[in-house]
């Protein structure tokens, strides 16, 4: 193949890659798409209202952005537009760097840098990073995203806005003060969950149960003329598609670091739609490529007045719930939007926010109703994973995301510390008389004159190493005795505090007459020995590397342990008296 015909190949991979197959669209992804396109017309709108932002720069966020990362995303019914935890972060990050909220160079510095970062992260393969992230954790994080969806609309659903920055705080707030809910808000936003619920029943009507609620709700608002807050109330809707909105290049400086701290918010909340919106096309999801999407949308949303973007667990969940089959009802949903805004304004801004309040509401609790199974699961594995889901929940709703992000990963890190440090152990294998080994638990003791084999099962963690030096056979009288390590799982770059147990337990044998040879041993970790001295306190033969079979350097080992016993004043010819060989892991 020549050089052009090969890069072209690669090329094309490339735009593969970044551009999967769109597949053909469904019906059912019609209506998906609108209810959709219309939920980001109050919603987006009042996120970006309630941040400080104006509000059209978050009715914009679900046009070109939800186009593009619907595209491109891995995810497929994944819906990338502005969320209520990115623009409280965004927020805070202009705030910080001092900046205008609705100066639009601004905007579109920030949601610039925020995908440029997104982008990288995706080609540099930087979405492993999620998966050091428990599940523990991303349960709790995940749920602690529904309820702030939930408590985001409880001003709109009831007409009170419940007070405090804590989230379960303002659910207790919002339920103590139900004497000031408006009467006339609240009866709608019961009705649209009544018309919701009685709408699923309808096996036809059950996709767009939540458009028929809109719709159906919304005109029997209009008709008996309810006073009830409207989406005009919120700002009005400019009957135009985004313009080109070119980027203020001074305050990069200013605002790259805070764009960091809206991609992480941005991509954990992503990450967590993956696990919860399967594939409906059995195709696999991949963090990686949900990245590069995302990183794509913003690019092509700042420069067009859109807010920073990513995907969005109620967005995706009300297209879930709507009927969305295929990539389709993502783009749709913007598409339609846009035409919408061109062409409906008027009519889109007569519909009743207390309508979405309780839709939203709905989402929300379905959200949180299909996390149960998740929630259970944890509750049943460990205390310790428990703990942690309840964490980072708590932190979810008592911080900002881009601190719960870190402490959830934080507490990530110390859940697989403790597990690996509570995992770790020796085990003892031993030889029947056909020549078959099992395991046991390592005896108390090393016999004086024999061989025992032990397998090391761990990481080498240093953290686990005190712990289980304990339950080395005590070298009490081990005259001639020989201590077979197997080793053969132990990580090439082993931690200073394993060669210095290593080191120690050599030197104790050596005292008491007996030694210690090592099984099973990689290069790196044999180099690794070499390079720390810990070789010459093995002794000739001491280190037997991992070479030819499973059991090979055992039974190497082993010949060895024999031989040396046999030379050794009152041995036996074969070196086996009262042989005690506990042997390396079964295959």
Not at 271 to 283: C, E, F, H, R, T
Request: aromatic share 4%; hydrophobic share 50%; proline share 7%.
């Amino acid at each position: 193949m020549s050089r052009e015909r090969a890069a072209g190949v690669e090329s094309r991979s490339w735009v593969r890659r970044l551009l999967p197959a769109p597949g053909k669209p469904k019906p059912s992804d019609v209506g998906a798409g609108l209810v959709t396109g219309l939920f980001s017309i109050p919603e987006g709108m009042a996120y970006a209202s309630i941040a400080g932002f104006n509000p059209v720069a978050g009715l914009y966020a679900g046009i070109v952005p939800a186009i593009v990362g619907s595209l491109t995303a891995r995810t497929v019914l994944m819906v990338t537009t502005l969320t209520s935890a990115i623009a409280l972060t965004s927020q805070n990050v202009l705030r910080e760097a001092g900046l205008d909220p609705r100066n639009a160079g601004h905007l579109a510095t920030l949601t610039l840098l925020a995908g440029l970062v997104m982008l990288l992260m995706g080609v540099l393969r930087l979405g492993a990073v999620m998966s050091f992230v428990s599940h523990a954790v991303m349960t709790g994080f995940s749920t602690g995203i529904a309820l702030q969806i939930i408590t985001g609309v409880l001003k709109d659903a009831t007409g009170y806005r419940p007070q405090g920055h804590n989230r379960l705080y303002q659910v207790g707030d919002w339920l103590a003060h139900i004497g000031r809910w408006q009467l006339a808000a609240t009866l709608v936003a019961v009705a649209t969950v009544v018309v919701w619920a009685l709408a699923r029943k309808v096996r036809r009507l059950e996709p767009v149960a939540l458009l028929v609620a809109m719709v159906v709700v919304g005109a029997a608002v209009a008709a008996v003329g309810t006073q009830v807050e409207l989406v005009r109330d919120i700002a009005r809707i400019p009957a135009a598609l985004p313009g080109f909105s070119a980027p203020d290049l001074s305050v990069v400086p200013q605002l790259l670091g805070g764009a960091v701290a809206v991609a992480l918010v941005a991509l954990a909340q992503a990450a967590s739609i993956g696990s919860s919106v399967p594939n409906p096309d059995g195709s696999r999801s991949s963090v990686n490529g949900d990245f590069a999407a995302q990183g794509l949308a913003n690019l092509a949303g700042g420069l067009f007045q859109a807010l920073p973007s990513g995907g969005s667990l109620s967005r995706t969940g009300v297209a879930v719930s709507a009927g969305a089959r295929t990539r389709w009802a993502g783009v749709l949903s913007g598409v339609l939007l846009a035409l919408v805004v061109l062409v409906c304004a008027p009519l889109a801004e007569r519909v009743p926010m207390p309508v979405i309040g309780g839709l939203i509401l709905v989402v929300g609790g379905e959200l949180i109703w299909g996390k149960r199974h998740d929630i259970l699961l944890v509750l049943r594995t460990s205390p310790l994973s428990s703990a942690a889901m309840v964490l980072t929940f708590l932190a979810t709703t008592q911080l900002p995301l881009q601190q719960a992000i870190v402490l959830g990963a934080i507490l990530s890190l110390l859940l697989y510390c403790a597990q690996a440090a509570r995992q770790a152990r020796f085990l003892a294998l031993t030889r029947d008389p056909e020549g078959r080994w099992h395991l046991s638990d390592p005896p108390d003791r090393l016999p004086p004159g024999d061989v025992t084999v032990l397998y090391y099962a761990g990481t080498s963690f240093f953290a686990e190493l005190p712990r289980i030096e304990q339950a080395l056979p005590r070298a009490d009288d081990a005259h001639g005795a020989v201590l077979i390590l197997v080793v053969r799982g132990a990580p090439d770059v082993p931690s200073a505090t394993m060669a210095k147990v290593i080191r120690r337990h050599a030197r104790e044998l050596d005292r008491q007459g007996g030694r210690l040879i090592l099984a099973g041993v990689s290069p790196g970790l044999a180099r690794i020995l070499r390079m720390t001295g810990v070789d010459r306190d093995l002794g000739p033969g001491g280190i037997v590397p991992a070479e030819g079979a499973v059991f090979e350097p055992l039974d190497r080992a082993l010949a060895d342990a024999r031989s040396w016993i046999a030379a050794r004043p009152g041995g036996t010819p074969d070196g086996t008296a009262g042989h005690r060989t506990p042997p390396g892991p079964p295959t």
